[in-house]
T-cell receptor, first 116, second 113 residues
């Protein structure tokens, strides 16, 4: 089984619909991230959470919200999906060594979202 | 503004033909430069971290190097299985560690047999 699991893997929806992408991890890491990947733009950080009570906006958080239900679960919601949110979404985790983030991210397999 | 720029966007090599990928960055107080590999339909997979100018890391046919302004990923005698998109990343300015990475757009490498 994958250490970082994303569901759904593929989703097609319509403009205005609410969508939730879910992420669960078995690595025991406190830190979790949501990135989106677009051709020509690379990976961009949407939200990140350093523990269950700590959630922070990334560089492109507008139109998104998140929920950290437990150490192992981090969900991304699109309250009212729009076509330019069509992208590949990745959840990732990271760990600390000697109190510092190693910078080594462990990614899920991705969730491909299409908004019509 | 933090920027991580990779070149070329795409590179096509023959098996055994060595080459290099470039990653330039404008991040103040760099706290690590990271290389990842991404296969089609998969999430990125960590390769290397470099922390200081002059540092080198190797893994099989890959060697990553770092200067004060850029990093290179050298691929020696590549094989078709090295075909992938290679991403570099750096922590955002102000990050005290490796959290909150800014990624480059990636170089798509194709190695033909």
């Amino acid at each position: 089984d994958a250490d970082v699991t994303q569901t759904p893997r593929n989703r097609i929806t319509k403009t205005g619909k609410r969508i939730m992408l879910e992420c669960s991890q078995t690595k025991g890491h406190d830190r979790m991230y949501w990135y989106r990947q677009d051709p020509g733009l690379g990976l961009r950080l949407i939200y990140y959470s350093f523990d269950v009570k700590d959630i922070n906006k990334g560089e492109i958080s507008d139109g998104y919200s998140v929920s950290r239900q437990a150490q192992a679960k981090f969900s991304l919601s699109l309250e009212s999906a729009i076509p330019n949110q069509t992208a590949l979404y990745f959840c990732a985790t990271s760990d600390l060594q000697s109190g510092l983030d190693t910078g080594e991210l462990f990614f899920g397999e991705g969730s491909r979202l299409t908004v019509l | 503004e933090d920027q991580v720029t990779q070149s070329p966007e795409a590179l096509r090599l023959q098996e055994g033909e060595s080459s290099s990928l470039n990653c330039s960055y404008t991040v103040s107080g760099l706290r690590g430069l990271f290389w990842y590999r991404q296969d089609p339909g998969k999430g990125p997979e960590f390769l290397f971290t470099l922390y200081s100018a002059g540092e080198e890391k190797e893994k099989e046919r890959l060697k990553a190097t770092l200067t004060k302004k850029e990093s290179f990923l050298h691929i020696t005698a590549p094989k078709p299985e090295d075909s992938a998109t290679y991403l570099c990343a750096a922590p955002r300015t102000g990050a005290v560690d490796g959290s909150r990475l800014t990624f480059g757009e990636g170089t798509q490498l194709t190695v033909n047999p």
